[in-house]
């Protein structure tokens, strides 16, 4: 059973305490003028005699008894009727001030609550952000009186400056962290080859060099990863108009003509997204790169498709592969989080890919969803807002960003 608004259930509460009021009132009022009706109308007959000596004596007692009699009761008949009156006009008049009543308690219920409407909303435009942490730089900045609204107010901005500034922190020192570890990393892949191309070097030195190289390879590619990752949670700086088709139909073609694997098909319609073109190129080349390297070993199959429908441009990558259970789909969207077994075999991923992905598709404003294939493998849907009509450029792409290179997944 639905529950009532706090503003109807206030309005309820004004409108039952002011009926409750009049009620009182009310019968109060009639008990008062019950009381005050009865000596002024009540005739003994004492008080005909006078009346009938005025007659010279033209009325018998008798008929002074009828007289008196006749009398008293017009007068309590103009005491019932003004009795009833009162409760009858009285409970029309309660019933229509009531109504007023709750018409104005609505309305000042709502006025007292649109402080707290402000926070809801607030809070919902940042629980709605399209990455987290994104949007927490909002504030309430609540204005009028320093009451408990305003208090509560102010404390939930003081607690969104300090998230504000957690992920900002966070974010900044996976950026810095990453870029200070870029340089050691060449240095060492510098006298790695150094050591393993000079004309003594020994056998032994030279495979020792190809795996220390193909080790420092692997950390170069978890470092791009990471700035990639932090880079897709901040602000586009870039945004122009992009055709995801293209972009699948130029990463499908790097992908197929690497060698062996399995069967690659694509079925590329129009779906006009506007954002980072390289952030988006990154998001469509992890997510073939996943498909391929977690297929199985031979007779797989690997399908693309792009389109736009209900106001969204999707990238559908289906693969074939092992068994995915559906409760831990969501775990490969996370950080540093993989799939036990084959998944995770031979060319093991840092557990970076999909959270790219979703990372980027969030700074787009869509959502990324993955679902089991009967058989195994799994069926991966990006879904975009598809671009205006007419194409707005807004920017030009940020030749700063590094091109993206292979699936840390």
């Not at 009028?144 to 504000?164: K, S």
């Not at 000079?198 to 978890?222: F, I, K, T, W, Y």
Request: no cysteine; proline share 5%; hydrophobic share 40%.
């Amino acid at each position: 059973m639905k529950r009532l608004s706090l503003r109807a259930r206030l309005t309820l509460i004004y409108g039952g305490l002011f009926l409750g009021a009049g009620l009182v009132l009310l019968a109060v009022t009639y008990v008062l003028v019950d009381q005050r009706t009865v000596q002024p109308f009540g005739l003994a007959l004492r008080d005909v005699k006078p009346v009938v000596q005025d007659m010279n004596g033209r009325l018998t007692g008798d008929q002074a008894e009828q007289l008196r009699l006749i009398v008293n009761k017009a007068q309590d008949d103009a005491r019932d009727q003004t009795l009833d009156s009162l409760l009858t006009q009285g409970g029309i008049a309660l019933g229509l001030v009531s109504v007023v009543a709750i018409a104005f308690g609505w309305l000042v219920a709502g006025r007292a609550l649109q402080p707290l409407h402000q926070i809801t909303g607030t809070a919902r435009r940042i629980a709605g952000a399209d990455v987290a942490g994104r949007g927490l730089h909002e504030r309430i900045s609540l204005s009028g009186p320093g009451d408990e609204i305003r208090e509560l107010a102010d404390t939930f901005d003081e607690m969104l400056e300090r998230l504000d500034r957690s992920f900002d922190g966070q974010r900044r020192f996976v950026a810095n962290a990453s870029h200070e570890l870029r340089t050691p990393l060449a240095l060492n892949r510098s006298l790695i080859e150094l050591a393993v191309t000079r004309p003594g070097a020994s056998e032994d030195v030279r495979r020792l060099g190809e795996s220390l190289l193909a080790v420092n390879e692997r950390h170069e590619r978890l470092i791009d990863g990471l700035l990639t990752l932090a880079d897709s949670e901040n602000e586009l700086t870039a945004r122009s108009r992009v055709d995801l088709a293209d972009v699948a139909d130029h990463v499908l073609d790097q992908a197929t003509g690497k060698g062996d694997g399995p069967v690659v098909t694509r079925e590329l319609a129009p779906a006009p997204v506007v954002g980072d073109p390289v952030l988006l190129e990154r998001l469509t080349t992890n997510l073939v790169e996943n498909a391929v390297r977690h297929n199985v070993p031979t007779g797989g199959w690997v399908h693309v498709g792009t389109g736009s429908w209900d106001g969204h441009a999707t990238l559908t990558v289906s693969n074939t592969g092992p068994v995915v259970p559906g409760y831990d789909v969501e775990a490969i969207f996370e950080p540093f989080r993989r799939l036990a077994g084959d998944r995770v075999g031979g060319g093991r991923g840092f557990g970076l890919g999909l959270s790219i992905v979703r990372a980027v598709a969030r700074a787009h404003g869509g959502t990324v969803t993955a679902q089991p294939r009967d058989g195994g493998g799994l069926v991966v849907t990006v879904r975009l807002p598809v671009a205006p009509a007419a194409p707005q450029l807004s920017a030009v792409p940020d030749s700063r960003r590094a091109e993206p290179d292979r699936s840390l997944r």
